[in-house]
Each structure stands twice: as structure tokens, then as C-alpha cells.
């Protein structure tokens, strides 16, 4: 449970802090919930194709929020 709770917290602020589009974000749910990208496609009428790239996007966009989150904590630390 306190993991689930930690994944939300994390979830809630990249969302607030990260532009994401409507169609990103039910993409992002989808994939967090380990559908499968034919399953993403398929729901959300795009090709399997356009659902890997936007999972890309997505994970590039956190990896980005992450490395600025943990910098900021390097700034707290000095």
C-alpha cells in the first residue's frame, strides 16, 4: 500500500508539472496499468505505431522531470 501510495504521489506531480495532452495521459494510464500497445490502439482508434512514439514521448518527458527534480534536491543539499 505505501508503495501504490508513493507511485501516486510521484504520478500526481510529474502530471502537474509536465504539459501533457488528454490523449498522452490516457495513454500514460493505459501503459501504467500494463495494457498492451495493441490494446492502447485499438481503444483509442490510433496504430500501434503512434502509441510507441507517444510512449516514448512520454518516458523521455519524465526522465526529463526526474533529472530536474533531483537537481533541485542537489541545490537544497548545499
Excluded: H, P, W
Amino acid at each position: 500500500m505505501v508503495e501504490n501510495l508513493k507511485v501516486k504521489v510521484i504520478y500526481d506531480d510529474f502530471v502537474s508539472k509536465v504539459k501533457l495532452t488528454d490523449e498522452q495521459i490516457k495513454i500514460l494510464n493505459m501503459y501504467i496499468n500494463k495494457d498492451s500497445r495493441v490494446k492502447i490502439s485499438m481503444e483509442l482508434g490510433m496504430c500501434q505505431r503512434t502509441v510507441g512514439y507517444e510512449i516514448k514521448k512520454i518516458k523521455d518527458l519524465y526522465n526529463n522531470y526526474k533529472d530536474l527534480e533531483l537537481a533541485k534536491l542537489k541545490l537544497l543539499d548545499k
